[in-house]
């Protein structure tokens, strides 16, 4: 005789991470999220819309690449969920989109209930910090495909815009500000990069950093920042002299802002505004990697950028300051021949 669990599948152990994972669901909802988890479909309340002259929803889908490994390697799994909402709602909020509810996937080798509590507590309490509501999710598990501990995690997000108030490089004007807020570290993106690094130079993850003030491994999880809520509140007070944002994710800066901006502008961040994080510093020198590749690789210290008119870009670092968020001017938009660079970076980073 052979069972579901002889094959590898625990499906009272699915049942035990459902329950565990209930009390931190429960805080990430809105009002307008309607019935609770265990249905085959998450519901939510639409008719808020209708206030709207031409509401356009927005959706986004996204993962966190290989930082789970560091997740695995650390033992440490309460943080990576806050990385998944992250990459998932500031790319929706990039066109002005608010984030309204997302849906979460997990594929494990063997469900742990209390591991998989732990990523859906990350993802929880990301969605608070972006008031989206967490609507439903799925955990797999894939017994001969990964091994026991390995997992994989990856989410949906639908938001929503007034196409009268969208965001877009239709806006984007000659002389616009940007706006630089800084990274919380590597977020998660290059992370095959910083492994590669690890394993080459024979890094330990436990090993205490004097220059982080933690250990390496400690570090390399700091959650992704979250920016959804400033950025929304950036729209709110800055009315139609805010341009459009860039998600600084894979890709780096450059790229990033290349593609929020029309074909015939440049924009130009000017390196001594900003010093490089100290952790991408290190891992570049010990890792010997070149800064062209680094910069294309993370995201250099600017995790989100707000293009502004330049008469308001006052307006705007006193708005996110309002908010705790330090931002500052880190370059401006240009025109642009056809050999010109789409987005470039000049300059040399400011000493610490």
């Known amino acids: 005789m052979s069972t579901y669990k002889d094959a590898g599948v625990d499906i009272d152990a699915g049942d035990r991470a459902v329950s565990l994972m209930k009390a931190s669901i429960a805080k990430a909802s809105r009002p307008e999220a309607m019935g609770g988890i ?13 206030s709207m002259t031409k509401p356009l929803l927005a959706t986004s889908t996204d993962g966190v690449g290989t930082k789970t490994e560091i997740a695995r390697a650390m033992g440490k799994y309460d943080t990576i969920g806050e990385d998944l909402v992250a990459m998932v709602v500031d790319d929706l909020v990039v066109c002005g989109a608010e984030p309204l509810f997302m849906t979460d996937y997990i594929a494990v080798g063997k469900v742990i209930p209390e591991r998989i509590a732990e990523i859906v507590a990350g993802i929880a309490r990301g969605c608070v910090k972006a008031n989206t509501a967490l609507i439903g999710g799925e955990t797999a598990e894939h017994p001969g495909l990964l091994d026991d501990d390995e997992f994989d995690i990856a989410g949906a997000a639908t938001g929503v815009v007034d196409a009268g108030k969208q965001l877009g490089e239709y806006l984007v004007q000659a002389d616009d500000v940007l706006i630089a807020m800084p990274s919380s570290g590597f977020h998660a993106n290059g992370f095959s990069l910083v492994r590669h690094i690890i394993k080459s130079q024979k890094l330990s993850l436990s090993a205490n950093m004097s220059e982080f003030g933690k250990t390496l491994g400690e570090t390399l ?4 920042e979250i920016y959804t809520l400033d950025c929304l509140a950036l729209i709110k007070s800055m009315s139609g002299s805010l341009r459009g944002f860039s998600h600084i994710t894979g890709g780096g800066i450059a790229e990033n802002t290349a593609r929020v901006i029309p074909e015939n502008l440049c924009a130009t961040y000017d390196r001594s505004t900003w010093s490089l994080p100290v952790e991408m510093e290190f891992m570049a020198m010990v890792g010997g990697v070149p800064q062209s590749d680094m910069e294309r690789t993370w995201n250099a ?29 880190a370059g401006s938009i240009s ?7 789409r987005s470039t970076l000049v300059g040399s980073y400011k000493a610490r």
């Open 221 to 224: 999880l700091t959650p992704t």
């Open 301 to 329: 210290g600017i995790g989100m950028a707000a293009i502004v008119a330049p008469e308001s870009a006052d307006l705007a670092l006193a708005s996110l300051a309002a908010r705790g968020m330090k931002a500052w001017v």
């Open 38 to 50: 265990g249905g085959f479909a998450g519901l939510f309340d639409a008719s808020a819309l209708k």
């Open 335 to 341: 025109g642009r021949t056809g050999l010109d660079p």
